[in-house]
């Protein structure tokens, strides 16, 4: 027998006893034993890294449950590892999360939305309870976010399916349109107000006008409620407004 049989024999033997006596080694000794392994590994980190990814590329299967059984094993003392690095490094690593983001902009969108798919309901529940906690805030943002073109022209198209729904008409306003409406008319096309602007359909609703890109205008609060469904050059005249032309009527 040779001596490298002999002493695998050796060990295979006395398996037990010498687990016991390497961890009372590593328990008297710990501290030293750590900072050789430290020093070694400061000294050759590249190839022991590079041994390391050559190791796990071997056996990927064999690799993965490996990792799987440490983290279960040590599932406290990684998790807070973990927080312990985010918090240090939480600059850098937010950082590098939007630029993978903005790397992958297409990728990430269809996850968003995949993963808005899935958990449809979910999410309906916490934005709702969301909204509930924070009422004010809330108010705040949405007030905020419609004095924005963004916020007006969803705020329009809003009321526009709103509209629709109530007279029965189709839906066929896209937010294009919305953007090419709101940078035609920009006051109110009757009093040439700023101030609190929204649809006005020219031949209303109700007298069967439609929703085509030529029947809606921008006008204020005060004219859309005087006018409601009166004839529009009867109600211009009454109200010493010029008529609007060109492409609008
Ligand atoms: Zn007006």
């Not at 490094?89 to 939007?98: A, G, M, V």
Request: charged share 45%; glycine share 2%; proline share 1%.
């Amino acid at each position: 027998m040779n001596k490298k049989d002999y002493l695998k024999e050796y060990r295979e033997e006395n398996k037990v006893e010498l687990k016991v006596k390497r961890r009372e080694y590593y328990e008297k000794n710990k501290e030293m034993i750590k900072l050789r392994q430290k020093e070694r590994y400061n000294r050759d980190r590249e190839i022991i890294l590079k041994k390391r990814s050559l190791y796990r590329k071997i056996d990927v299967q064999q690799t993965k449950e490996k990792d799987k059984k440490n983290y279960l094993k040590n599932k406290e003392k990684i998790l807070r590892r973990h927080k312990r690095y985010y918090k240090e490094k939480k600059k850098y690593i937010l950082k590098k999360q939007q630029q993978v983001r903005l790397d992958n902009i297409q990728k990430f969108k269809e996850k968003d939305k995949r993963y808005y798919n899935s958990h449809k309901e979910e999410k309906k529940i916490y934005n709702k309870r969301y909204q509930k906690n924070n009422r004010d805030k809330f108010k705040r943002y949405t007030a905020k976010y419609l004095k924005t073109f963004n916020g007006k022209v969803s705020s329009l198209l809003r009321s526009h399916k709103y509209l629709s729904k109530k007279y029965g008409s189709e839906f066929n306003l896209r937010k294009d349109d919305v953007i090419y409406i709101l940078n035609r008319d920009k006051v109110c096309i009757y009093c040439g107000s700023k101030e609190r602007l929204g649809f006005d359909h020219i031949i209303p609703y109700q007298n069967k006008g439609n929703s085509s890109l030529v029947n809606i205008v921008i006008a204020c609060k005060s004219c859309n409620s005087s006018k409601r469904n009166k004839e529009v050059s009867q109600w211009c005249k009454n109200k010493g407004f010029v008529l609007p032309k060109g492409d609008i009527l």
